[in-house]
Nanobody, 120 residues
Framework: VQLQASGGGLVQAGGSLRLSCAASGSISTINGMGWYRQAPGQQRELVAT???????DYADSVKGRFTISRDNAKNTVYLQMNSLKPEDTAVYYC???????????????WGQGTLVTSPA
């Protein structure tokens, strides 16, 4: 099983980016998916999560600016980031709680991270 994140880059403050993360491999079911971020010298923090049914949750710092969504048919989670701020600069990681074919246990997998830079 692999999670491949993409879409990071350099964008001026106030701009937008859309991150994608596709899961592939011997997957039976993907339950919760999410995005985390880690800024230099700081701990990894939760950005947003989404259940298989589409229920979402956000860190207070991104509410109203970021939107998480998913396409279950494509095993992909997205993060639309608008009104970016310098403090959003970080490496963004996706994760997925999934059950592999042959199951039955659920495990958490992480993507490789994608860098988002938003200078002032």
């Amino acid at each position: 099983v692999q999670l491949q994140a993409s879409g990071g880059g350099l964008v001026q403050a106030g701009g937008s980016l859309r991150l994608s993360c596709a899961a592939s491999g011997s997957i039976s079911t993907i339950n919760g998916m999410g995005w985390y971020r880690q800024a230099p010298g700081q701990q990894r923090e939760l950005v947003a999560t989404i259940t298989r049914g589409g229920l979402t949750d956000y860190a207070d710092s991104v509410k109203g600016r970021f939107t998480i969504s998913r396409d279950n048919a494509k095993n992909t989670v997205y993060l639309q980031m608008n009104s970016l701020k310098p403090e959003d600069t970080a490496v963004y990681y996706c994760n997925a709680h999934l059950i592999r074919i042959g199951g039955p246990h659920e495990y958490r997998y992480w993507g490789q991270g994608t860098l988002v830079t938003s200078p002032a």
